[in-house]
């Protein structure tokens, strides 16, 4: 089970914290990965954490804005979203699999454990 929190609304420039809380897996072993939904558009990926080294990825239109972390102590994850802009607003999804962030891409295809979503507005 995951479950997001953290979402809600932000001027433009704001800031916003998503956390994931992962139980049934162990992030230790299982890669963790944000994505995000806006209206009539597809499920793109916004940034994933490899668990065997930690290492996070980012698409480029957050490089630089959001910041992955992890606390595998409490099986969370937490996606900190600086400068957001209108352009980010929409439903946002953590998800959690095995083998599947590697940064090359953003598919949802491969995952296959999601959360509920956390919606998040970016509106002055």
């Known amino acids: 089970q995951l479950v997001e929190s953290g979402g809600g609304l932000v001027q433009p420039g704001g800031s916003l914290t998503l956390s994931c809380t992962v139980s049934g897996f162990n992030l230790d072993y299982s890669d963790i990965g944000w994505f995000r939904q806006a209206p009539g558009k597809e499920r793109e990926g916004v940034s994933c954490m490899r668990s065997r080294d930690g290492m996070p990825f980012y698409r480029d239109s957050v490089q630089g804005r959001f910041t992955l972390s992890r606390d595998t102590a409490k099986n969370t994850v937490y996606l900190r979203m600086n400068s957001l802009k209108t352009e980010d607003t929409a439903v946002y999804y953590c998800?959690?699999?095995?083998?599947?962030?590697?940064?090359?891409?953003?598919?949802?295809?491969?995952?296959?454990?999601w959360g509920q979503g956390s919606q998040v507005t970016v509106s002055s």
């Open positions: 998800a959690t699999d095995y083998w599947t962030c590697d940064g090359s891409e953003w598919s949802p295809e491969p995952w296959n454990n």
